[in-house]
T-cell receptor
Framework: EDQVTQSPEALRLQEGESSSLNCSYT??????LFWYRQDPGKGPEFLFT???AGEEKEKERLKATLTKKESFLHITAPKPEDSATYLC????????????FGRGTSLIVHP | DAGVIQSPRHEVTEMGQEVTLRCKPI?????LFWYRQTMMRGLELLIYFNNNVPIDDSGMPEDRFSAKMPNASFSTLKIQPSEPRDSAVYFC???????????????FGPGTRLTVT
């Protein structure tokens, strides 16, 4: 069974204070690791897909990296508008191919 | 594209009443998912359709829940009778067809906040 664990559960940062969110996973034959952003009262919004270890993707202040066991979402010089819950999901290569989601990391960036 | 459309956005009903949630997926997407999100349990997959056919409904909590997808542009999730423990935010998501060449990201609707009193 695919498993995803995200840490920390909650993170408070000052504006400009860089940090990283962690997504640890176990999956049979990784077909994709996904990062989503969820704002209060809204549905998750797709950010990145990573396919293989060593891959990196960037979008504005966000950079996602992938190893064989975990993924990091690095946030560089965050702004208050980066405050949201960040969800990680993995899709394995066996079974029904349905993505498995983690519980998310709630990020608050203070001005 | 308008994205995934869900209605209603909010629903308040009394225990025992029937509730129907509606979803219009993104045009061209062949896979549709219904999720439930609560603080206690996070995001839970209820059912997954591929090409309008239910593929995996193992997440449907009990027989009170049913889902249909009569065509590629419409799906419903019905709860009958509703109970207070069904209170949650229900999301619909769509993606391109999932196959062994995947992985295809999901696009979520805005959700329906259901409150059962």
């Amino acid at each position: 069974e695919d498993q995803v664990t995200q840490s920390p559960e909650a993170l408070r940062l000052q504006e400009g204070e860089s940090s990283s969110l962690n997504c640890s996973y176990t999956v049979s034959g990784l077909r994709g690791l996904f990062w989503y952003r969820q704002d209060p009262g809204k549905g998750p919004e797709f950010l990145f897909t990573l396919y293989s270890a060593g891959e990196e993707k960037e979008k504005e202040r966000l950079k996602a990296t992938l190893t064989k066991k975990e993924s990091f979402l690095h946030i560089t010089a965050p702004k208050p508008e980066d405050s949201a819950t960040y969800l990680c999901a993995v899709r394995g290569g066996r079974g029904s191919y349905i993505p498995t989601f983690g519980r998310g990391t709630s990020l608050i960036v203070h001005p | 594209d308008a994205g995934v459309i869900q209605s209603p956005r909010h629903e308040v009903t009394e225990m025992g009443q029937e509730v129907t949630l509606r979803c219009k997926p993104i045009s061209g997407h062949n896979s549709l998912f219904w999720y439930r999100q609560t603080m206690m349990r996070g995001l839970e997959l209820l059912i997954y359709f591929n090409n309008n056919v239910p593929i995996d409904d193992s997440g449907m909590p009990e027989d009170r829940f049913s889902a249909k997808m009569p065509n590629a542009s419409f799906s419903t999730l019905k709860i009958q009778p509703s109970e207070p423990r069904d209170s949650a935010v229900y999301f619909c998501a769509s993606s391109r067809r999932i196959n062994d060449r995947g992985p295809y990201e999901q696009y979520f609707g805005p959700g329906t906040r259901l409150t059962v009193t």
